[in-house]
């Protein structure tokens, strides 16, 4: 506490000095002792309010935003939900992630403070909401403290179950804000929520883990304070006395809570009840009485009376004194009145029909919304693909005038060229009828048809593969060819004879060379369908479907071809050999 002292010193000089840094790093300074320190923290923030009229819009913002934690970490009950609606609104539209879940958390606290307990479960809904675990520097620590406090909420409207699953995610969260404690503490509050249940065996199992985990971490006094939960499993029935008192010898000898005289505190007395219940079980009446008595305590709450009088009650009957029977039953009866449990059992009802109705009405908006922006979407995308496809077309029909433009190209230079080689031709042959000596005239014509015939040779080639690829993407266009690329995906796929007779016509036709080829150096008709299921770009699992066979045989046969046609000892380079030789693609 000296060094946190010496800290407030030191800032109060350096905020004396009027320097905006020095704002920020008392608050800085501030955050880093909050969750250890709140009252240190609650008083740097104070010494730093007196500055307040320095402070930019943003820096009051997140200076109130810290005091108000640090109030609700002090136990201080907030009475007003105002300056928590301001910063929430403020903080959803101007800050982090950090911010935003604690803003919405701290406007939470203050319903829960106010009793609304259906508002104060919406504002925790909204934290969860705002926070995003994916981003740098996350406080795993504020999810935590929203989980425990719905968690808390859950527990006195009694339920159970909602409890149980908001524990774990408490609990998980304390553990990855590296905060074991508050982890192990809200599993133990989860065996007590089974133990409302009935569970007990559930119960036992978390209690020991819980003990275990508080050992290994070095909580000492909280492993020896939730072994008492496991007292009351033990001894209520009373089955399990022998172990119940093994735990009861180890929390007095080990336990700090006792005080110099070996007495316990009223918050600590129900361990009392425990001991009673366990010298009753024993049938020392005399001590289990001494220990229910033990259990009062001074301005005693009267509906905790209940297990005193309880326990007086079933030790007046063993002995069968009957005034004290009939004095033990009436305080019994009173403390236990049902009127009382009807009321709270309503106010429960109630409380729980509120927070449904309004996580209804939050959830059909959020749906709405999110139809909204679904549709908005679908929308954009559908305007987005007509447009791609317009443009497709536009590039497609450009790319198709320009390539017929290049093909009508080439057939006029070959026709050009043919009717030039023709006529040096009858030009040579007139000289040579009419015995002319023109002998360079003659050559120059010779050489001349040489540069023809190589150009002739040129044009027919690049004829040859113009014409092949328009026969390809003809080909592809094919009913027939469309339709076996429709049934190859079948597992079954069944073909007619007519089927496969019309397509090795299609394809005949549009590659006559290969056909021709396929025919001379195939000896089966299988061979020359594979051959003309490879020129239709399928693979080998989608050919095995449409010829009933098997992958491993339809590579067998393609080896087979590529042997035949190109004398090459591999499958896989038939693809490749088609296109090179016969221009297939």
């Not at 539209?93 to 307990?117: I, K």
């Not at 509050?189 to 978390?206: F, G, R, S």
Request: proline share 2%; charged share 25%; hydrophobic share 35%.
């Amino acid at each position: 506490m000296k060094r946190i002292a010496y800290i407030v010193v030191i800032l109060c000089m350096f905020l004396s000095c009027g320097i905006r840094r020095e704002y920020k790093d008392a608050l800085l300074r501030a955050e880093a002792v909050m969750d250890e320190h709140p009252d240190s923290a609650l008083q740097i923030l104070d010494s730093l309010g007196q500055y307040e009229s320095e402070f930019t819009r943003h820096f009051r913002m997140q200076y109130q935003l810290h005091r108000q934690n640090a109030v609700n970490k002090t136990s201080d009950k907030f009475t007003s939900d105002s300056l928590c609606q301001v910063l929430v609104s403020y903080f959803d539209r101007h800050g982090t992630v950090n911010e935003r879940v604690l803003a919405h958390y701290l406007l939470g606290r203050a319903y829960t403070d106010m009793g609304d307990a259906p508002q104060a479960i919406s504002s925790y809904q909204d934290a969860i909401s705002a926070a995003d675990t994916t981003v740098t520097g996350f406080k795993f620590s504020t999810l935590n403290r929203i989980y425990a406090q719905m968690a808390d909420i859950y527990h006195h409207q009694l339920l159970l179950t909602d409890e149980i699953e908001t524990r774990k995610k408490a609990s998980y969260y304390a553990f990855r804000a590296n905060q074991p404690k508050w982890g192990i503490y809200n599993q133990a509050m989860m065996a007590n929520a089974y133990i409302l249940l009935n569970q007990k065996d559930t119960a036992e199992t978390i209690l020991k883990a819980v003990r275990e985990q508080f050992r290994k971490h070095g909580y000492t006094q909280e492993a020896l304070r939730y072994s008492r939960p496991l007292m009351h499993l033990y001894t209520n029935p009373p089955q399990r006395l022998t172990e119940a008192k093994a735990l009861m010898d180890q929390f007095e000898a080990e336990s700090e809570l006792f005080d110099e005289r070996h007495e316990l505190p009223p918050s600590q007395r129900k361990y009392y009840e425990y001991k009673g219940k366990y010298y009753e079980g024993i049938n020392k009446l005399d001590s289990a009485e001494f220990y229910y008595r033990k259990t009062r305590y001074p301005n005693m709450d009267y509906t905790a009376q209940d297990p005193m009088y309880k326990g007086l009650l079933s030790v007046f009957t063993k002995r069968h004194q009957a005034d004290s029977i009939a004095k033990y039953a009436r305080l019994y009866c009173m403390a236990n009145d049902s009127s009382i449990a009807l009321k709270d059992r309503d106010a429960v009802a109630q409380m729980t029909a509120t927070y449904n109705y309004s996580r209804l009405q939050k959830e059909a908006h959020e749906n709405e919304v999110k139809a909204y922006k679904t549709l908005l979407g679908l929308i954009i995308a559908a305007a987005v693909a007509v447009l791609a496809l317009v443009a497709v077309f536009l590039v497609w029909k450009r790319f198709r005038r320009k390539y017929q433009q290049e093909i009508m190209q080439l057939k006029t230079e070959y026709a050009n060229a043919s009717y030039e080689y023709e006529e040096n031709l009858r030009e040579l042959q007139l000289l040579e009828s009419a015995h002319q000596e023109n002998e360079s005239e003659r050559k120059r014509l010779l050489d001349e048809n040489v540069e023809l015939q190589s150009r002739i040779r040129e044009l027919q080639k690049e004829k040859a593969i113009s014409r092949n690829l328009s026969a390809s993407a003809l080909f592809a266009e094919e009913p027939i060819v469309k339709r076996f690329h429709e049934i190859a995906v079948q597992p079954l796929a069944n073909v007619k004879e007519e089927e496969w007779a019309e397509l090795t016509d299609t394809f005949a036709n549009s590659y006559p060379d290969l056909f021709l080829d396929l025919c001379q150096y195939c000896n089966t008709p299988q061979s020359i369908r594979v051959c003309m299921l490879t020129v239709m770009g399928l693979g080998n699992n989608e050919q095995a479907n449409l010829l009933g066979t098997t992958s491993s045989r339809i590579s067998n046969v393609k080896l087979a071809l590529n042997k035949a046609l190109f004398n090459e000892s591999s499958s896989r380079t038939l693809n490749k050999n088609l296109l090179m030789q016969y221009s297939v693609y």
